[in-house]
């Protein structure tokens, strides 16, 4: 069966660089939720998207943004990257009106 | 705001039922109470849900108690694959893209 795909797997970038990471959720999934993960931590949500529309916004920094298109995969845009960006990032979708998220590989994001 | 408390770690040898309780004292009429749990560096995956009745599946079973304060997650015979960090969350339905919190689980490891 399809999973979530995120990519790409790994990122290494500079501070004050840009990254962009993808999430294609599973087919007619119409939620994606995204959250980030530092070392030892758990894992904290940072945004999420109902039907293309943003739903609820958790502890996102405001140099993050996101969005979900028309063919529901979404995308986390990350500007000014800081060493404290560096962080497993998780997409999961979702069915409205289902009780399971279910989670992608994640994107492991690295900022020298 | 925690919604759930959990003991931060616990241990099981390996074939013996693993019970990991959850406190959830403030728990609203219309929240059910979910497990995922997350095996190192993996993304989240979906243990089991219930509302007020006592929940089975292949995975795992779910005691909720009359009040609905609290819960346990048993994992009836526990293998070395089990050991990971159990979380218990809290959450109304329906799911429309609301927040969904993980706070911090319960770290299993089983013991051969």
């Known amino acids: 069966a399809a999973g979530v795909i995120q990519s790409p797997r790994h990122l290494i970038k500079e501070k004050r660089e840009t990254a962009t990471l993808k999430c294609y959720p599973i087919p007619r999934h119409d939620t994606v939720y995204w959250y980030q993960q530092g070392p030892g931590q758990d894992p904290q949500f940072l945004i999420s998207?109902?039907?293309?529309?943003?739903?609820d916004k958790g502890s996102i920094p405001d140099r993050f943004s996101a969005q979900q298109f028309s063919d529901y995969h979404s995308e986390l845009n990350m500007s000014s990257l800081e060493l404290g960006d560096s962080a497993l990032y998780f997409c999961?979708?979702?069915?409205?009106?289902?009780?399971?998220?279910?989670f992608g590989s994640g994107t492991q994001l690295s900022v020298l | 705001d925690a919604k759930t408390t959990q003991p931060p770690s616990m241990d099981c040898a390996e074939g013996r039922a693993a019970n990991l309780p959850c406190n959830h004292s403030t728990i609203s009429g219309n929240e059910y109470v979910y497990w995922y749990r997350q095996i190192h560096s993996q993304g989240p995956q979906y243990i089991i849900h219930g509302l007020k009745n006592n929940e089975t599946n292949e995975m795992a079973s779910l005691i909720i108690t009359e009040d609905r304060k609290s819960s346990t997650l048993i994992l009836p015979h526990a293998t070395l694959r089990d050991t990971a960090v159990y979380y218990c969350i809290v959450r109304a339905l329906p799911n429309t893209g609301n927040q969904f919190y993980f706070g911090t689980g319960t770290s299993l490891t089983v013991i051969p």
């Open positions: 999961a979708s979702s069915l409205q009106g289902s009780e399971k998220l279910f």
């Open positions: 998207f109902y039907e293309k529309m943003q739903s």
